[in-house]
C-alpha cells in the first residue's frame, strides 16, 4: 500500500540541537526578535539569531543604509547594536518568555573582543547557541578580516571554543575564493555548525549625483539575486565537512528551503525577505508543511542532501 502525507514532521537536528522546524530568522533582519513579536508568533519559528552583538554599543555606519537593487539590496548597517552587556540585562530576559531556540550572533573587531562577547553570553540563561560572525562586509576592522584567512579564522573559533559551552555556529562569509578550505579549518578548529553565508561585497552609484547609494560608500548583497550563488557554496561547505550546514541566501518560498535542504543544509535562515514580508519567516513554516504534503514528504531528513546525481 502507498502511504500518502496528510501532515509532515518539520523536526530537525542542528548538531546535539533539535529544532522544531528548519527556519530560523538570519541575524540583523529580524531585531533582537521582539521588534517581531505582534506580526509574528515566535514560538512557531525553529530559531532566531539575534542582531550581532559586540562588547560596547555600535553606532553603526551613516545613512543611507539599504538601496533596493535588482532582486535584493545592498545594505551597510555597520553591526548597529545596544552592546551585549544591554542585550542581557534588557532583552534577553523578555525574549525567555519564548519557546524557541535563541541564537546570538557575535561580533569582534579582535579575537579577545570575540571571547569578552562570549563571556558575557556565558553568565545568561536563555540562549541555545552563539553563532560568531566572521563575516561581516560593512565593518572596518573584524568580520570579513577574520573570514577570509583559514588560519585567522581557525584562531577566533579555537579561541572561543575554549570559553564557550554553548554550541559554536560559525557564519562563513562568501567573498572569497576557496570556501570549502575556511569551512574545514574552522571546523579543525571546533565549529559545531558552520552557517553559510553572508552578504557578498558590492556597490550602486547613482549617476547623477556621482555619489554612492550608500553612506558607507560599499554594502552587501543580499535577497534572491545572491541564492544560485550561495546553493552551490552550501553543497560545496556540505562536501567540504562533517558538520551540519545551515543554509541562507535569498530564501522566499517553501521551494527555496527545500532546495538549500536537497543540497545537505540541515536548516536555513531567512533574511531579506522580512524586509519584503514581515511576517515571511512565520509563513514558510506553514507554507513548508504544505509543499511537504503535496509532495508526499513526512520528514526533513526526506529532503537533506537527498541531491540525484
Ligand atoms: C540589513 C541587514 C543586516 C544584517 N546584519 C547582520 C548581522 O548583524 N550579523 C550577521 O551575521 N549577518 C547579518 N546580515 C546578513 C544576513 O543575516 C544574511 O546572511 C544575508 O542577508 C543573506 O540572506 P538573505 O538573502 O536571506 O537576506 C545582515 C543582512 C541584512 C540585509
Known sequence: MVSVATSADLSVNVGALRLTNPIIAASGTFGYGLEFSHLVD???????????????????APAPRLCETAGGMLNAVGLQNVGVRAF????????????TAVVANVFGKTVQEYVRVIEVLEGADGLTAYELNISCPNVGK???????????AAEVVGTVKRVSRRPLWVKLSP?????????????GAGADVLTVANTYMGMSVDPQTRKSRLGNLTGGLSGPAIRPITVRLVYEVCQAVKIPVIGLGGIETAENVAEYLVVGAAAVQVGTASFVDPRATERLVGGLEKWCVDENIFSMSELRGSLGK
Do not use: C, W
Open 42 to 60: 515566535l514560538n512557531r519559528l525553529g530559531g532566531i539569531v539575534v542582531k550581532g552583538l559586540s562588547i560596547e554599543p555600535m553606532e553603526g
Open 175 to 187: 567573498n572569497v575564493t576557496d570556501i570549502g578550505a575556511i569551512a574545514r579549518a574552522v571546523e
Open 88 to 99: 542581557v540585562a534588557e532583552i534577553l530576559p523578555k525574549l525567555r518568555a519564548y519557546h
Open 142 to 152: 573584524g568580520g570579513v578580516q577574520f573570514g577570509s584567512d583559514p588560519g585567522l
